[in-house]
């Protein structure tokens, strides 16, 4: 099955803010809006950010905020910190019970 | 606090199975309010997801591994398995296990909200 499309890379500048997109499709991210996202350093595990499109998991900062248009969600990432460096992932639930995760996007912070 | 901790031999010969474990500890596999999943992610690649499964026994594949897949729970050792047979070089990736919590407003359980800190296994001979 095809995984969600998401840009390979984004940067930006400590203080800016940078939206990464992840675009689906008719049987996932356009028609539930069961969408999350997580970040991911290197060499640890994936970290849940958001979920159903606009929650954030208790002690994750209001920096990160999330959205949905049509068959595109975005993570959105304000005053962007050093820290924030790292891989981003989206994922969605699919039709017919299953899940589908996002090509990954690298996050330089510049 | 949940707690997810992989295991299981990091090499794997060609055409062989798979073979992982995942132990939950800080509370139960058996708890109905969450599915159970492995996802994997190959060398420098992004994140697949595999399977999941409530203690129940519903279960759910993605298509593309669904022939060579068995997920399951042992609920008295509260573990989370995955077998994957004929192994081939593009199985090699680190193996992940996860909770699979629902939505607030849906009842549709899709995000990993506890992960482990994954497995690494190479499939070589």
């Known amino acids: 099955q095809s995984a969600l499309t998401q840009p390979a890379s984004v940067s930006g500048s400590p203080g800016q803010s940078i939206t990464i997109s992840c675009t689906g499709a008719s049987s996932d991210v356009g028609v539930y809006n069961l969408v999350s996202w997580y970040q991911q350093h290197p060499g640890k595990a994936p970290k849940l950010m958001i979920y159903d499109v606009s929650k954030r998991p208790s002690g994750v900062s209001n920096r990160f905020s999330g959205s949905k248009s049509g068959d595109t969600a975005s993570l959105t990432i304000s005053g962007l910190q050093a820290e924030d460096e790292a891989d981003y992932y989206c994922s969605a639930y699919r039709s017919s019970t299953t899940l589908v995760f996002g090509g990954g996007t690298k996050l330089t912070v510049l | ?125």
């Open chain 2, 1 to 125: 606090q949940v707690q997810l901790q992989e295991s299981g031999p990091g090499l794997v010969k060609p055409s062989q199975t798979l073979s992982l474990t995942c132990t939950v500890s800080g509370g139960s596999i058996r708890s109905g309010d969450y599915f159970w999943s492995w996802i994997r992610q190959p060398p420098g690649k992004g994140l697949e997801w595999i399977a999941y499964i409530h203690y129940s026994g519903s279960t759910y594949y993605t298509p593309s591994l669904k022939s060579r897949v068995t997920i399951s729970i042992d609920t008295s050792k509260n573990q989370l398995s995955l077998e994957l047979s004929s192994v081939t070089a593009a199985d090699t990736a680190v193996y992940y296990c996860a909770r699979v919590a629902k939505a607030e407003d849906y009842f549709y359980y899709y995000f990993m909200d506890v992960w482990g800190t994954g497995t690494t296994v190479t499939v070589s001979s």
